[in-house]
């Protein structure tokens, strides 16, 4: 962690993602290549996100997500 309450977080491998974008809900998968983070669409495809600010939320694995 750091001063701000942070929690240092190592990713490695991939795992499953949902992501939610200008209104839209995706399901896809995260994987670390070469240190950077890709998200990837249900078609294998990369995710562009929207430029600005993004959240990322990592969560337990089963973890049930709820969207309103």
Known sequence: GDTS????????????????????????????????LLIIDEYNKTVQLTPGKTWVQIIEPGTP???H
């Open 5 to 36: 309450n942070r929690i240092d977080i190592r990713l490695s491998g991939e795992g499953k993602a949902t992501i939610l974008s200008q209104g839209t809900l995706l399901e896809g998968a995260w994987k670390n290549e070469n240190g950077k």
């Open 65 to 67: 997500i709820t969207v």
